[in-house]
């Protein structure tokens, strides 16, 4: 392999931490990362605002981020960078449910530009996108985690230093595989 080159890796691995249920280890490349998990832990059924992150194997569709915080790692996956009117809508039974929405918005929706650093990276995973479930969850998505790996929504987050290290390494055909 070539200098600054990687190859795409094809999947990452998650599991719970043994005995801390919000946290869990993402296999990638020979590396074992810490990362936060769902504040209920992983669950086999996903339901708006139940605090779990999905049992399953999710494909990596887009990459948003923050130009405005340099966030330029590369990566093969499609990528934006966020504008502060792009908001993400959690209203089941929108038409735009677990969709990108234009702020604001006349119903409930997640602020994507948030003013913490757990969005300057967010990749969107294929859960409940390309199969919709109309109550089956919105905005579980890939990104950064507090300093303290306190438990997210239901998403996967790890720290800032190793999603620079992931994002040359991953590509649409990367899949996010979460285990129990």
């Not at 990596?60 to 499609?78: A, K, M, P």
Request: net charge positive.
């Amino acid at each position: 392999m070539q200098k600054g080159k990687y190859s795409i890796l094809k999947s990452l691995n998650v599991r719970p931490r043994p005995g801390v249920a919000a946290q869990g280890q993402l296999f990638a490349a020979g590396r074992v990362l810490r990362c936060a998990l769902g504040r209920s832990g992983i669950g086999s059924i996903k339901r708006e605002g139940d605090g779990k992150t999905p049992v399953g194997s999710f494909k990596l569709l887009s990459l948003y981020r923050r130009s405005d915080r340099n966030c330029f790692v590369t990566s093969r996956l499609s990528s934006q960078c966020m504008s502060p009117q792009l908001g993400w809508c959690d209203a089941v039974g929108d038409r735009n449910y677990n969709r990108p929405v234009r702020l604001p918005y006349p119903a409930s929706c997640e602020t994507m530009q948030r003013q913490d650093h757990l969005y300057d990276y967010c990749i969107v995973m294929d859960h409940n996108i390309t199969r919709h479930m109309g109550v089956g969850g919105s905005a579980v998505f890939f990104h950064l985690a507090h300093d303290d790996y306190r438990p997210t929504e239901g998403c996967v987050a790890i720290a800032r230093t190793d999603m620079e290290w992931l994002l040359p390494q991953i590509g649409p055909e990367t899949v996010l595989v979460i285990e129990r």
